[in-house]
């Protein structure tokens, strides 16, 4: 619940509205986050190919998981 909320804030889903678990799913599944890269200097662009930012950066992972959880698979 807490990732199909993080990726609600992130769509800017309707806040004080009471959804059911359904309604809240129909609004986020299917919608890809997407995120501008920034430009970077050579610490992060290391850092980058390393892999690690990620890991890094608990918030981008959360919505990262949330988009592929709460994504329809054809």
Do not use: H, Q, W
């Amino acid at each position: 619940v807490y990732l199909l909320e993080k990726k609600a804030e992130y769509l800017n889903v309707e806040r004080f509205k009471i959804y059911t678990f359904e309604e809240l799913l129909s609004k986020v599944e299917d919608k890809n986050i997407i995120r501008e890269k920034e430009d970077i200097g050579k610490l992060d662009k290391l850092i980058e190919k390393v892999d690690i930012l990620p890991i890094l950066n608990k918030d981008e992972v959360l919505l990262d998981i949330a988009d592929i959880m709460f994504s329809r698979r054809e």
